[in-house]
């Protein structure tokens, strides 16, 4: 599972989970947008709508992918743990992977029932090449994915300004972005 607020997704987090599918030989990545993250108060930019459209867009190609709405069905703040004990429930007997990514690992202490999470699911930290980690943050598997240079506020800021985003985020999620006025004006 990949959780996040994916407001808007891109490149990088497409990247990082194909990478995490072939590397841990994974059956699917589950994206799984948040509906309110507890540790940032402030809203997402974009309605939940809109996100999910732009992750059933980036993906439509890649059935290793499911978007995952469990989380906005849910409502009100996003908890991992509360997540991760549903899909316990759901898929009895597999492995289950939290991929986080290495800003994430550094704020996983702050996590509500971090230790139900750890002993429920395989932590994957995704590092970039070259990146340092500052020693092990957290017991589980680090793995190395291609180093993407864009994050969603870079894409939003682009926008914003009138730049091309392009290479940043799927055509098709770029196209989506362009026919909504998304991002247009700071929130």
């Given at each position: 599972?990949?959780?996040?607020?994916?407001?808007?997704?891109?490149?990088?987090h497409?990247?990082?989970?194909?990478?995490?599918?072939?590397q841990?030989?994974?059956?699917?990545?589950r994206?799984?947008?948040?509906?309110?993250?507890?540790?940032?108060r402030?809203?997402?930019?974009?309605?939940?709508?809109?996100?999910?459209?732009?992750?059933?867009?980036?993906?439509?190609?890649?059935?290793?992918?499911?978007?995952?709405?469990?989380?906005?069905?849910?409502?009100?703040?996003?908890?991992?743990?509360?997540?991760?004990?549903?899909?316990?429930?759901?898929?009895?007997?597999?492995?289950?992977?939290?991929?986080?990514?290495?800003?994430?690992?550094?704020?996983?202490?702050?996590?509500?029932?971090?230790?139900?999470?750890?002993?429920?699911?395989?932590?994957?930290?995704?590092?970039?090449?070259?990146?340092?980690?500052?020693?092990?943050?957290?017991?589980?598997?680090?793995?190395?994915?291609?180093?993407?240079?864009?994050?969603?506020?870079?894409?939003?800021?682009?926008?914003?300004?009138?730049?091309?985003?392009?290479?940043?985020?799927?055509?098709?999620?770029?196209?989506?972005?362009?026919?909504?006025?998304?991002y247009?004006?700071?929130?």
């Amino acid at each position: 599972m990949f959780g996040g607020t994916f407001d808007p997704v891109h490149n990088g987090h497409l990247s990082a989970g194909l990478s995490a599918i072939r590397q841990l030989n994974l059956d699917q990545i589950r994206l799984i947008p948040v509906c309110q993250q507890p540790l940032k108060r402030s809203a997402p930019v974009t309605s939940a709508n809109d996100r999910v459209a732009m992750l059933e867009l980036a993906t439509e190609d890649q059935p290793a992918f499911v978007v995952d709405l469990r989380e906005i069905d849910r409502g009100g703040l996003s908890y991992t743990a509360d997540t991760i004990a549903e899909l316990r429930m759901e898929f009895l007997g597999d492995e289950l992977f939290l991929l986080l990514g290495s800003d994430a690992a550094k704020d996983f202490s702050r996590w509500r029932d971090t230790s139900e999470i750890e002993r429920d699911v395989q932590l994957v930290i995704l590092t970039r090449p070259g990146s340092e980690t500052m020693g092990p943050i957290l017991s589980g598997t680090y793995l190395e994915v291609p180093l993407v240079d864009v994050s969603s506020s870079m894409i939003r800021t682009a926008v914003r300004r009138g730049g091309v985003i392009d290479e940043m985020v799927p055509a098709s999620v770029a196209s989506y972005i362009h026919d909504r006025g998304l991002y247009q004006s700071d929130i």
